[in-house]
């Protein structure tokens, strides 16, 4: 552990309550440090109202922490034009996703239109995007879905192939960020330079907020989405931000009800913490951490490491994996393993990874990390791996 290492791992208190376990799930959601507690405490315990047009200080006071985290979502992005561009807070990825494909793409598709899928993705930036096209057929509106090519040696996007199904009436792309099975960075600031200035490019960013630095500016999309709850702060606290598309922000209907205004609070104290934590440096950690498990791994001859095959070709480097090591075993069952792995006090995502239908379908075993967890975490997980061979 280094002195950075333990001072933030100090900050969350169910880590460190727990010094026999090792939470290494990160990406199916984070721990959450003391001071986005403090700020949920707070926020009940002193100014708990619904937002809106109040007479009276807790209404106002949410109110404006609404309007305040909006703002702190887009400096937090990287946004180029915060005046002109829309944050909308959902539940988390999978209902952000959902709301830009039903509320916003239904809409925009015209006929012999068409779109590119990531099948190999999260399931959860897929079906949105067959669902919309359904419901446009069904009204007579066709649309043609290409796939999402991807680079067999480094499973991120295959640029090149995609140049090859773009058509002027590609009008709309889905991407991920940061991969949440293979843990590689996609490579989604490509894209735009294949698909041209007026192809809508959305971008899934589950994996990559709150874990690196996220910019729409430079990777050029329209749409980003995310989950608080893999950023440090609540479960239901995510958001959809939108530039302007061709000088209109998204409206989506119905968005009206009551916020969710303690996840966004919530969100907001999770973002200066990582402000302050400083993003470049926990991606600098947790791509390290990865890389140890994976070097690790390598060594161990009954594991395969999931994905990106060519880089796991003796003596090649390892690839730089964003904190997520998918692994699995020759002869034990993913699942199994992650019993093993508990009575050894080591919490993993075991099977079922919610891979989109060109995804994998072998069981195994996910290890993610943030910047609470340690080198001898991951040395400790490997001795007990090694038993087992
Ligand atoms: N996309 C990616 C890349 C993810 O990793 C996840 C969560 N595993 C989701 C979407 C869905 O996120 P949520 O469950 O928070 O809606």
Redesign the pocket.
């Given at each position: 552990m280094t002195a950075w290492n333990s001072a933030l791992r100090a900050q969350f208190p169910i880590v460190t309550g727990h010094p026999e376990l090792a939470y290494l799930d990160s990406?199916?959601t984070t721990q959450k440090p003391q001071a986005v507690l403090d700020t949920v405490q707070e926020y009940l315990t002193t100014s708990n109202a619904n937002a809106g047009r109040g007479t009276y200080p807790w209404a106002n006071r949410t109110t404006s922490l609404i309007e305040e985290t909006r703002e702190r979502v887009k400096a937090f992005l990287d946004d180029p034009d915060p005046d002109t561009s829309a944050v909308h807070f959902v539940?988390?990825?999978?209902?952000g996703?959902r709301r830009v494909a039903l509320d916003w793409l239904t809409r925009e598709l015209r006929d012999g239109d068409e779109i590119v899928v990531p099948f190999a993705?999260?399931e959860?930036?897929a079906s949105p995007w067959l669902e919309a096209v359904e419901s446009l057929a069904r009204q007579g509106t066709r649309i043609t879905v290409q796939e999402m090519p991807y680079q067999a040696s480094s499973g991120d996007y295959d640029t090149d192939g995609l140049a090859g199904l773009v058509s002027p009436r590609t009008r709309f792309v889905a991407a991920?960020h940061?991969?949440?099975v293979y843990g590689g960075d996609m490579n989604v600031h490509r894209i735009r330079r294949v698909v041209g200035p007026d192809a809508v490019i959305c971008l899934?960013a589950?994996?990559s907020v709150g874990h690196l630095p996220v910019s729409v500016k430079e990777l050029d999309v329209d749409f980003a989405v995310f989950?608080g709850?893999?950023a440090l702060a609540l479960p239901g606290s995510?958001a959809v931000w939108s530039r302007g598309v061709r000088g209109t922000p998204f409206a989506p209907r119905g968005w009206s009800g009551t916020p969710n205004t303690v996840g966004v609070a919530s969100l907001g104290a999770a973002l200066d913490w990582l402000d302050r934590a400083g993003l470049e440096r926990i991606e600098r950690w947790t791509v390290g951490l990865a890389a140890r498990l994976t070097e690790g791994l390598r060594a161990l001859a009954p594991y395969e490491v999931v994905g990106c095959q060519l880089s796991l070709a003796e003596h090649s480097p390892v690839q730089q994996r964003h904190g997520i090591v998918t692994f699995r075993h020759r002869d034990v069952h993913a699942v199994d393993l992650g019993f093993i792995l508990f009575s050894h006090g080591f919490m993993v995502r075991a099977d079922g990874l919610?891979q989109g239908r060109a995804g994998e379908n072998r069981s195994s075993v996910r290890v993610s990390v943030h910047a609470y967890n340690t080198r001898h975490e991951v040395d400790r997980l490997l001795e007990v791996l090694a038993g087992l061979t």
């Open positions: 990406a199916a539940s988390g990825t999978t209902e996703l993705d999260h959860a930036n991920t940061v991969h949440h899934d589950a994996q989950s709850h893999k995510g919610c």
